[in-house]
């Protein structure tokens, strides 16, 4: 069979398709994928491709989309589950590498590591500027309690963390077991020291993080957010940081991107480009699961990771 890959995977992730099936890798984007969707019988992804209904009508053989990522919401999983196409994932691929980043963001924050770095590089040696707070003894707030909020409640742990939690799938044992508290959502945006957001991009959860809540955190407090773009409202996180009503943020992931907006003006956020995932251990492992799922698909079996297994049965 052919299987079409259109975002750039771990070759090991490529070399496992070969060997029992055709693949092609192309970078094809819109109409371009449109027009040679119909030749193949799986497709392949990252976050770059959006995989949409027009996509979906124009892939007539299509038996599987996959996402070499956790996060679906470039790929229109109702269309495909209406063509009854398997869409498919690699949920803990790259859960240590986004973890990594939330932590290493606060550790930017508190340290003000990029105003250090920028200030050397023009000359100045700013020590007196540049004082900052340590981790350990903060309150960490975690909106999420999903694969990558637990391994940043790990790490967190062994950094002298207190650690809050909300999520509506978070029960009080489910906290415990991350030696969290539960909380509601109020109270951790005013009470915490960093606020790490882990949740998809839902109807429900876009713009969650609106101005209102932002404005109950602590003038001494940082926000970050490795999880999904639309999550945060980007105009009242810049009304907020503009007002220095917070003391920063750290922001990976954007509504569009590449982000061209005006949180780049502030001086009071670290802005990187939706590279959470991007590490070579965890683009392997997501790679290599998502592969195996497509071969599941396209050998007759179930498979491990099915995204809409409910909406085709």
């Known amino acids: 069979m052919k299987i079409l890959i259109t975002d750039e995977v771990a070759k090991e992730a490529m070399?496992?398709?070969?060997?029992?099936?055709?693949?092609?890798?192309?970078e094809l984007r819109g109409e371009e994928l449109e027009k040679e969707i119909g030749e193949y019988d799986a497709l392949m992804v990252r976050s770059a491709t959006k995989v949409t209904a027009s996509v979906i009508k124009a892939g007539k053989k299509l038996k599987v989309i996959g996402?070499?990522?956790?996060?679906?919401?470039?790929?229109?999983?109702?269309?495909?589950?209406?063509h009854g196409i398997y869409v498919v994932n690699s949920p803990g691929g790259s859960t240590r590498s986004v973890a990594e980043?939330?932590?290493?963001?606060?550790?930017?924050?508190?340290r003000k590591i990029t105003k250090a770095d920028e200030s050397m590089k023009r000359g100045e040696w700013a020590k007196k500027k540049l004082k900052g707070i340590e981790l350990q003894g903060k309150v960490l707030g975690?909106?999420?309690?999903?694969?990558?909020?637990?391994?940043v409640a790990k790490i967190a742990s062994c950094l002298g963390m207190s650690i809050l939690v909300y999520s509506p799938h978070c029960t009080p044992e489910k906290a415990k077991a991350m030696n969290a508290e539960l909380k509601s959502m109020e109270e951790i945006f005013s009470t915490?020291?960093?606020?790490?957001?882990?949740?998809?991009?839902?109807?429900?959860?876009?713009?969650?993080?609106?101005e209102a809540l932002l404005r109950k955190m602590k003038k001494t407090a940082f926000l970050v957010n490795v999880a999904?773009?639309?999550?945060?409202?980007?105009?009242?996180?810049?009304?907020?940081?503009?007002?220095?009503?917070?003391?920063?943020?750290?922001?990976?992931?954007?509504?569009?991107?590449?982000?061209?907006?005006?949180?780049?003006?502030?001086?009071?956020?670290?802005?990187?480009?939706?590279?959470?995932?991007?590490?070579?251990?965890?683009?392997?492992?997501?790679?290599i699961i998502c592969a195996e799922q497509i071969l599941k698909v396209l050998d007759g079996k179930e498979p491990d990771y099915w995204v809409n297994k409910d909406m085709m049965k």
């Open 67 to 82: 996402r070499a990522g956790i996060g679906v919401d470039n790929i229109d999983v109702e269309e495909a589950s209406r």
């Open 192 to 210: 915490a020291d960093f606020i790490s957001l882990h949740v998809p991009l839902t109807e429900e959860t876009r713009h969650m993080v609106n």
């Open 228 to 287: 999904r773009g639309g999550v945060v409202d980007e105009e009242a996180l810049y009304n907020v940081l503009k007002d220095g009503a917070i003391a920063g943020a750290a922001v990976d992931v954007f509504e569009h991107e590449p982000y061209q907006g005006k949180l780049a003006e502030l001086d009071n956020i670290i802005l990187t480009p939706h590279i959470g995932a991007s590490t070579k251990e965890g683009q392997i492992r997501a790679g």
């Open 142 to 151: 975690l909106i999420g309690s999903g694969r990558i909020a637990r391994e």
């Open 101 to 110: 980043l939330s932590v290493a963001l606060m550790f930017a924050l508190a």
């Open 15 to 26: 070399e496992l398709l070969k060997e029992k099936h055709e693949v092609v890798f192309k």
